[in-house]
């Protein structure tokens, strides 16, 4: 089964809209990870965010904010005022512990208008 | 800071010879991770080290790909021999220490192979 799932292939906007990707997880353990990536063209993945379940409090860092909902097992990125420069893919991960593999959703790849 | 470093950046061979990729991860990351990324998907672990020792191989295929770091620091994945559906993209990533709460892993920039 699919532990991490991004329902969302294909995204588009225009710059300075706000944009919001989906992740759904699945875990049977209470601790765990979860990442939000970035790969832009050039092909290298880039570390956004990192939410550990154990703290549910959502934040804001710069243009980036996350939802993380235990609830509803979902880990969701907004992007506010897009701009092109975010074009890229963005793939949600999940860790079952501190250094274990991570396992990727298939990634949402966003495109911005400018 | 210098980060993952990764050689070469692409390579295209004719199926059934070999290749190696190598990966030297960013100064003092204990772990270290090899990742298969097939077109319109995303990465899968297919070995994880420790220093020098394995943790998970389990989804290394085996019979044609092989691993190692022997002194704990870089490392180099081969595939022999390859096949039509090994063309992926290979992503080393390293994180600080297996066990300890900052695990995000930081990637190189991969291996582009492509398998004619």
């Known amino acids: 089964a699919q532990k991490v799932t991004q329902a969302q292939t294909e995204i588009s906007v225009v710059e300075k809209e706000d944009v919001t990707l989906d992740c759904v997880y699945e875990t049977r353990d209470t601790t765990y990870y979860l990442f939000w990536y970035k790969q832009p063209p050039s092909g290298e993945l880039v570390f956004l965010i990192r939410r550990n379940s154990f703290d549910e409090q959502n934040e804001i860092s710069g243009r980036y904010s996350w939802n993380f909902q235990k609830s509803t097992s979902s880990f969701n990125f907004t992007i506010t005022a897009s701009q092109v420069v975010d074009s890229a893919v963005y793939f949600c991960?999940?860790?079952?512990?501190?250094?274990?593999?991570?396992?990727f959703g298939t990634g949402t790849s966003l495109t911005v208008i400018p | 800071e210098a980060g993952v470093a990764q050689s070469p950046r692409y390579k295209i061979i004719e199926k059934r010879q070999s290749v190696a990729f190598w990966c030297n991860p960013i100064?003092?990351?204990?772990?270290l991770y090899w990742y298969q990324q097939i077109l319109g998907q995303g990465p899968k672990l297919l070995i994880q080290f420790q220093n020098n020792g394995v943790v998970d191989d389990s989804q290394l295929p085996k019979d044609r790909f092989s691993a190692e770091r022997l002194k704990g620091v870089d490392s180099t994945l081969k595939i022999q021999p390859a096949k039509l559906e090994d063309s992926a993209v290979y992503l080393c990533?390293?994180?600080?220490?297996?066990?300890?709460?900052?695990?995000?892993?930081?990637f190189g920039p991969g291996t582009r192979l492509t398998v004619l």
């Open positions: 991960a999940l860790s079952e512990a501190p250094g274990n593999q991570f396992y």
């Open positions: 100064s003092g990351h204990a772990t």
């Open positions: 990533a390293s994180s600080f220490l297996a066990g300890s709460s900052y695990n995000e892993q930081f």
